[in-house]
């Protein structure tokens, strides 16, 4: 009797990028995405959220070059969130990380993110800033001293979100979320802007699934250089702890 052997699939990563105005760093971080080490197979799902700087079409020209990667378009600029929502319907892999189109995270490091996760010791794995405090090569104290409120506004928004959650993470505000694609389609997202961080944190705690932290690095660029998020966008986010915990 012949037997036909399905071939094993082989799990896959799928990368999301959010893109709103980054043609400066586009052309640097999707090239450092798509030959990052990794155990797994990537791709790449881009989403231009309305960018007014050709970004859109930088993102097309970078997808003729790598297979591995699609770009899809917002004609209305929403928010980050409502980017990462377009991401998710798109999703061909196993796993799923955010990735912003900055070079503030090193992707290098999504071996250390799956690392617990393929070892069946988390269901989600967060990447922590803090965790990394103290180490001078990943957390480059000097960049960050101008950024010193943000970061104290983060640690504030991440002991909130702890303390109405029953959770103990250093950095919930993190990009760097891995989550299998699974429960992420599971979780009924809503938000446009930042306020993804905190509804995607809630969200997974409500389904009372482990989420364990390691230390990534951290390479934070400054307003001139283009960074978005603000201080109105931290007290946003205390008001998405509550609505999402207890509203939504």
């Known amino acids: 009797m012949n037997y036909i052997v399905?071939?094993?699939h082989k799990p896959m990563l799928s990368i999301i990028m959010p893109v709103y105005n980054e043609a400066a760093t586009l052309t640097e971080v999707v090239p450092k995405v798509l030959s990052a080490p990794c155990p797994l197979e990537t791709e790449l799902v881009l989403v231009d959220d309305c960018s007014s700087d050709g970004s859109f079409q930088l993102a097309q020209a970078l997808a003729k070059e790598h297979p591995q990667m699609r770009v899809f378009h917002h004609e209305v600029n929403q928010g980050k969130g409502a980017a990462i929502r377009t991401a998710i319907q798109h999703l061909r892999?196993?796993?799923?990380?955010?990735?912003?189109?900055?070079?503030?995270?090193?992707?290098?490091?999504?071996?250390?993110?799956l690392e617990p996760l393929l070892a069946g010791k988390a269901d989600v794995v967060y990447g922590s800033r803090f965790l990394n405090r103290y180490d001078r090569a990943k957390y480059h104290p000097q960049r960050l001293a101008s950024l010193s409120s943000s970061l104290l506004g983060n640690r504030v928004v991440s002991s909130f979100c702890n303390l109405l959650n029953g959770l103990h993470l250093t950095d919930m505000e993190t990009c760097y979320k891995l989550i299998p694609v699974e429960i992420l389609r599971q979780l009924p997202l809503r938000s446009g802007r930042f306020g993804i961080e905190p509804e995607i944190t809630i969200r997974l705690a409500k389904l009372k699934l482990r989420i364990y932290e390691v230390p990534i690095s951290y390479f934070p660029r400054q307003y001139h250089q283009g960074k978005k998020i603000n201080w109105k966008d931290g007290l946003a986010a205390l008001w998405h702890i509550v609505r999402f915990r207890f509203l939504d």
């Open 6 to 8: 399905a071939p094993m």
């Open 93 to 113: 892999g196993d796993y799923a990380i955010i990735q912003d189109a900055d070079l503030e995270y090193d992707p290098n490091e999504y071996g250390i993110l």
